[in-house]
């Protein structure tokens, strides 16, 4: 059956995504001062992402029986982080880091399975 807990928790990761996204996009610029470091709209956007991020998560805990798919989920945020860093920074996606997201996913899944 269809645990729509599941797919608010895929939801989530995918916006908390996009926040460290926008986080790392400000942090590559230059401010005329310390305060447009910290208010500016791509920070105030990524840490409002991250809240509601947050939120989202502890609501779809409340679907969860048993917390043991939780991590798996979780750590598909790695896998988001580096594709969407492809697409928005131009960072190559080399054999190292698929095999690092690999061997995260997997050892997690392991874990879960043992």
Known sequence: MFNPYVLLMIVS???ASFS??????????????????????????????LFLSLFMTMVAYKGFENFANVPLLESLGYAVVMI????????KI???KVLGIALILGGIFIYNVV
């Open 84 to 91: 969407l860093g492809y697409f928005f920074f131009k960072e």
């Open 94 to 96: 080399t054999v190292n």
């Open 13 to 15: 990761v995918v916006l």
């Open 20 to 49: 460290q996204i926008l986080l790392k996009k400000s942090s590559m610029r230059t401010y005329s001062s310390p305060i447009r470091e910290y208010l500016n709209l791509y920070v105030i956007v990524g840490y409002g992402m």
